[in-house]
């Protein structure tokens, strides 16, 4: 009697530790990268900076901002994230940072991909692997950086960015094929480069600048640094018209430039995907074989969805910024839509990531069925534990799937950029975006100049 008892308890234990091990995959397997920001990202809805950075310090498991983590997971996303959030706070030297520390690593993952990275993105899921960083976030590292370093005036911080900002467009044009329509950034490198007496180097970014879409802030200071006849035509139509400034420290004037971040980008969501309009999106790409057995699967009704990740609703709309200097009206125009970046990105890879999504449903359905096969006898002598032990490879696969949500949440739906003439002295700068009211004070000498960006990310 005891060792029937026994017998019958030792069953019990071998049903219950592999459904205990299926529950505790199935709760990590539903944690994606969107949960490890929401916190950060309630907060900044709120308003609440402060709280925003402490909740992604409890994620990388440091005390304070002031701390580094351990470049280890998805940590390098998570300082993307921080950094940005520490540049709507004025914390520039320390935005600067960060920004600078997680480019290095995610630039590194990205060059790092091989045949492991590919087998656990086709097995288990797409964020098996290293984070892949899309061309608009690369670029935005270094534009956001140069931003930082011309706040605290620092035009030899900007100039290394502005630098890596034009190795890191010629690397995507000559090996990914493409770049991404970041002009922003090119008026930023300008800007340096003009500030540092280098108008030339500063030219060349203006007229990239101009490739990317008009910017009429740009008329004065093009006109007053092209000697004779401008060798763009992209420069010569800008200026035709427009006649020469007085220099800056003569007239008694500085200049002010105002950039307004606001908003944020959609952030991926997962969902689940019917099978049936899974492979309708994938027609032309998915192979005969893959699928003619997601049909056979599906006509069994072993396979109804797919896990994918989409875009969620972006926040920030089209409205551009208010600009009030010393309790004056100023126009600003809209620099960069980063959410039209973050979306064309998006349908751009859609396609390669529901394949995967449905090549690993057939692997797993297939693998499950291979394993419930082979534990068929057990299944009739021992009860549940055969067709617990037959489901378990592909139950095991199916809560490992998780959609790959990762991506740089912080960022501004869209940015808007003021320049002005300014006399010398100390100005009022007051910007309303999202909702918020956010002021500054500047001063700035004759002849100088001073940067002034504002993130509403909300």
């Known amino acids: 009697m005891l060792s029937r008892r026994a017998s019958l308890w030792g069953r019990r234990r071998a049903v219950l530790a592999p459904l205990a091990l299926l529950l505790g995959l199935g709760q990590l397997a539903c944690s994606g990268h969107e949960d490890r920001v929401r916190t950060a990202l309630y907060a900044l809805d709120r308003g609440a900076r402060a709280e ?133 950034g090119s008026y930023l490198a300008g800007f340096a480069f003009e500030k540092s007496g280098q108008p030339d180097e500063a030219l060349l970014h203006y007229d990239d600048a101009l490739r990317h879409g008009p910017y009429p802030s740009l008329r004065g200071p093009l006109r007053a640094l092209t000697r004779g006849e401008p060798r763009s035509p992209r420069i010569a139509a800008e200026i035709e018209g427009v006649e020469p400034p007085p220099p800056l420290a003569e007239a008694g004037e500085a200049e002010l430039v105002v950039v307004v971040g606001f908003g944020r980008v959609p952030q991926k969501v997962p969902q689940r995907l019917p099978i049936g309009l899974a492979l309708t999106l994938v027609a032309d790409d998915i192979s005969p074989t893959d699928r003619a057995r997601a049909d056979e699967l599906a006509a069994k009704g072993l396979v109804t969805w797919v896990n994918y990740p989409t875009l969620g609703r972006g926040k920030g709309g089209y409205t551009i910024p208010t600009l009030r200097i010393d309790g004056r009206s100023r126009p600003m125009e809209q620099a960069l839509d980063v959410e039209a970046q973050v979306r064309a990105a998006w349908k751009k890879s859609e396609g390669t990531i529901i394949l995967s999504a449905i090549t690993r449903t057939v692997a797993r359905i297939a693998a499950g069925e291979a394993a419930q096969g082979a534990t068929e006898a057990a299944a009739e002598d021992s009860g549940p534990l055969g067709l617990l032990v037959g489901l378990l490879t592909s139950a095991t696969l199916t809560v490992l799937d998780t959609p790959d949500t990762r991506g740089w949440s912080t960022l501004p739906a869209r940015v808007a950029i003021a320049r002005t003439r300014v006399r010398a002295g100390t100005h009022d700068i007051v910007v309303g975006a999202r909702g918020e009211v956010r002021r500054a004070r500047v001063s700035v000498a004759a002849g100088g100049w001073a940067l002034v960006p504002v993130m509403v990310l909300r």
């Not at 045949?115 to 086709?122: C, N, Q, R």
């Not at 899921?125 to 005036?153: C, F, V």
Request: glycine fraction near 6%.
């Open 52 to 184: 925003a950075v402490a909740a992604l310090n409890e994620e990388m498991e440091v005390d304070t901002a002031d701390e580094l983590p351990a470049l280890q997971g998805d940590n390098a996303l998570l300082l993307l994230d921080r950094g940005n959030v520490l540049l709507s706070m004025d914390r520039y030297k320390l935005s600067a940072r960060d920004l600078g520390t997680a480019d290095k690593s995610i630039d590194l993952l990205d060059l790092s991909r091989g045949a492991t990275d590919e087998l656990g993105k086709y097995l288990f899921s797409d964020d098996a692997g290293p984070y892949r960083a899309p061309a608009h976030e690369k670029l935005l590292i270094n534009t956001l950086n140069m931003m930082n370093y011309l706040a605290q005036r620092d035009l030899s911080g900007a100039r290394v960015e502005a630098r890596r900002l034009v190795v890191m467009q010629k690397y995507l044009r000559d090996h990914e094929g493409e770049t991404a329509l970041l002009g922003l």
